[in-house]
């Protein structure tokens, strides 16, 4: 792990920024103290797929066979 100041941090950030993107860990430390890890960021997560969870195209709205009312007392057992 590569250890950095608060003042480098502020500096020189594109050469700390390299090490990041090369998957380094990097330490700040202040007064020789740790008070921050800077990690690389990991693989971006994709969104989930909604339409193919739920089976399809989402109902148009408004074309509810029942209210939303009716649908809360049905779904809560009332």
């Known amino acids: ?21 090369e998957g380094q860990e990097i330490a700040i430390t202040k007064r020789k103290r740790v008070v921050a890890r800077l990690l690389p960021a990991g693989p971006s997560v994709s969104k989930p797929d909604f339409r193919a969870r739920f089976g399809g195209a989402a109902p148009a709205p408004g074309r509810h066979e029942k209210s939303a009312v009716q649908m809360l007392c049905r779904d809560r057992g009332e």
């Open 1 to 21: 792990m590569k250890t950095a100041t608060v003042r480098d941090l502020r500096t020189s950030f594109p050469s700390l920024q390299a090490l990041l993107f």
